[in-house]
């Protein structure tokens, strides 16, 4: 599936979460289970070590020291322990290589710059040990995801080196996966509203689906730190019909 239409798949998704969530929430249908919409931000460490062999792996990689996350996720309880979350988020990184290549008669030096971008489509199961009735909760979830993942890559000629200074510049798209394990820890700051912070492990090929023999792949494998606010929809349905929570 192409990058456009993917994205397009991303954007409908995460309106019909909100909306539904929206929906849920001004809704009788509230009362018979517990619906969070929850949102997160937060940062990642994403080698992508597969590209500093680009070119042999002689040359000078570097990577951002963190890359970039956001989710938004409707989350229903399935029992005291149990919640299961649907999710559309994003993880953005950044690699460089500056390297030179040597020619019959002459050599170049010359520094690519790549940029990753990946949204993943997720279905998580979070285990609550002590169950979910305390005021501070701690637990661990698994899940799987989809990825619409995109490349852009830019090659410069560094000057005075014998050859031309126009850049060139190549676009990768495509799909693929990721499988997750995480911990989480959450804390209310009133009936309807939760502080959530999460440490997450994921091994994730973003074009496995896609990319053609011998491609470098786009793995956004590596561990992610955020924070985020939780909104307890069936809360605010209660509190609109004038029920007890």
């Known amino acids: 599936m192409g990058g456009l239409q993917g994205m397009r798949s ?16 001004a809704s009788g249908w509230a009362d018979s289970g517990d619906f969070t919409l929850a949102a ?3 940062g990642a460490y994403l080698p992508m070590g597969e590209w500093k062999e680009f070119f042999g792996g002689n040359g000078h990689y570097h990577t951002d020291a963190l890359g970039q996350t956001w ?28 390297d030179i290549m040597y020619l019959t008669y002459d050599s170049t030096a010359f520094h690519i710059a790549w940029d990753f971008e990946g949204h993943p489509i997720g279905l998580s199961v979070e285990f609550y040990p002590l169950g979910t009735e305390a005021a501070a909760l701690a637990s661990f979830g698994l899940g799987c ?6 490349l852009d890559g830019r090659l410069d000629i560094i000057p005075d080196m014998g050859l031309p200074e126009t850049p060139s510049g190549a676009h990768r798209e495509g799909s693929g ?9 959450e804390a209310r700051i009133s009936r309807a509203l939760v502080v959530i912070s999460r440490l997450r492990v994921q091994y994730a090929d973003g074009m496995a689906f896609t990319q053609r023999k011998g ?10 730190l955020s924070v985020g606010l939780g909104w307890r929809l069936s809360s605010w349905g209660r509190a609109r019909t004038g029920g007890e929570e």
Do not use: N
């Open 215 to 224: 491609s470098v792949p786009v793995r956004f494998s590596g561990v992610d």
């Open 177 to 185: 996966y990721g499988v997750h394990a995480y911990v989480s820890a």
């Open 145 to 150: 995801s989809y990825y619409f993942s995109e």
């Open 71 to 98: 989710e938004v996720a409707l989350r229903h309880q399935l029992s005291r322990r149990l919640i299961m979350a649907l999710s559309v988020g994003g993880v953005t990184t950044s690699a460089t290589l500056t």
């Open 10 to 25: 991303v954007c409908r998704l995460l309106c019909l979460i909100v909306l539904f969530g929206l929906g849920v929430a």
């Open 40 to 42: 997160s931000m937060g």
